[in-house]
């Protein structure tokens, strides 16, 4: 829309231009608009207050009105009815001028208020004629659309507004339905704007047809607004969902799968304790119990990662806990890794949860060893970290201060920027089809910053990844651990032993009496009593589970 500067120069300027242009109309073709010549003045007075407001209006009409007088209705010496005709012409077109000056300036008042608000919302608007060409887009829908309004108004509106479905195939017109129907009608569907230089912008749309004040169709009207945010949003509530319902699932089934667990790692040890190392058979029992240790790190992993199960931190040495991991670790490589563990001096210590720790140092070394199918280096380095540059701690998204680092390299296939971008987000794996669960790297990520840490990546394809993960150092003095005892200690006495798990029953039953103890067994809490009235005498400690039906192990 044009816009023209409203200060009384350029007001009295434009009025003058005007009036001056049709005085020149006239006396070029006065015999044509004879007597019609007021015609070409009350255009100008039109224009002016049009453009320049009643203020514009009323200097033209006062300009025209010297310009008829002087020219076209000069005044005859002495009274006469033509001078009183010439009062009446006069003051017609003077009361003409100033009601056009106040009903233009009023219409442009309004279109220019209408123009304003369209223009100032945040909503794309396209408004088109009967037939569905273009008539008017507001900035937003040409910022979205990617046609300016002087490119777009004559075309047809879906020239502009090509929209498409998430399949690719064509989006519903709504606005032909709209016009057909003589209703407003809404998206019903998913559904990408596709803009001028093809990016495809997911949006909402309405359409409405536009009546006149006798309710004939005159126009239409398309609203649409950019909700890629919101779609975003969905996303995320949706893997949220997503994996509370993992969570759901897994607390369900952890309890059961968690007593079978523990039934086949108890027979497992026992069997081992009954097998030389030089028996073939103990390498057997030594695979039974790596898958279980396996299921049940993944049990854990689903629950820490859906549920966030609340830690328990303590001060940790990382040398220490890479030291039990040794031949764990070792053995998960295989043959075709070489396993490297680097310890640093003087290592600072952490709080932490000691379980989590192992987590996260577990699923690095996974996600190296994938990465290196043909074998290679894993390189699992500590060190003291003092960060003391704001700059450096903050590319690191660390505050400054004193840190301990765990480090782990491998030789593997390396990652590019687009994989390392979503490394740590839920269920995002490169692995093939039921090779990964894509939980690995998000718990990861989770328990570290759980221990209010960070952790880092560094890759490139063809050139290995290292991992680096800060932990904050501590200066708490550790706790003194008395030592585990070498020799294991039997008894004699008499144990309760309450379970409603049979298979856990058993096996505690099994490692019990193997200690010498004598064990009486009930399923239930309510055969736990009835057994204690029977024996009480002779029972020297009870032995229960918590979680059983219709009686607890506490009640």
Known sequence: MIQLKRTPLYTGVFALSATTLALLLCLLFEPLLEPNFFLPFLAAVLLSAWYYGVGGGLAATLLSSAAVLYFFLPPQPGFAVRDLNIAVRLGSFIGLGVLISLIAAAGR????????????IGDGVIATDGEGRVTYVNPVAAQLTGWSPKEAVGKAVYEVFPTVLEDGSQGPRLLEKALREGAPVRTPDHVDLVSKSGTRIPIEESAAPVRDHKGELRAGVVVFRDISSRRHLESQLSHSQKMDAVGRLAGGVAGDFNNVLTVITGYSELLRAELPASNPLRRFADEIMWAAERAAALTRQLLAFSRGPSAQPRLLDLNAVLATMDPMLRRLMGEAIELILLPGPALGRVKADPAQ??????????????????????VIETANVDLEDPVSSQKLGLKPGSYVLLAVSDTGVGMDAATRSHLFEPFFTTKEPGKGSGLGLSTVYGIVKQSEGQVTVYSQPGCG??????????????????????????????????????????LVNAILQGHGYSVIEAGSGAAALAAYEKNAHKIDLVITDVVMPQMNGFE
Not at 110 to 120: E, F, P, V
């Open 357 to 378: 720790i192992e987590q996260v140092v577990m699923n690095l070394a996974n996600n190296a060893r994938d990465a290196m199918g043909e074998g290679g280096k894993l």
């Open 109 to 120: 008042r309004s279109q220019m208020l209408l123009s304003a608000t369209l223009s100032s």
């Open 465 to 506: 990844t290292i991992f680096e993960v800060y932990l904050p150092r501590v200066t708490e003095a550790m706790g003194t651990v008395s030592a585990r005892r070498q020799v294991q200690p039997k008894g004699s006495e008499t144990i309760l032993l309450v379970d409603d798990e049979e298979g856990v029953r058993k």
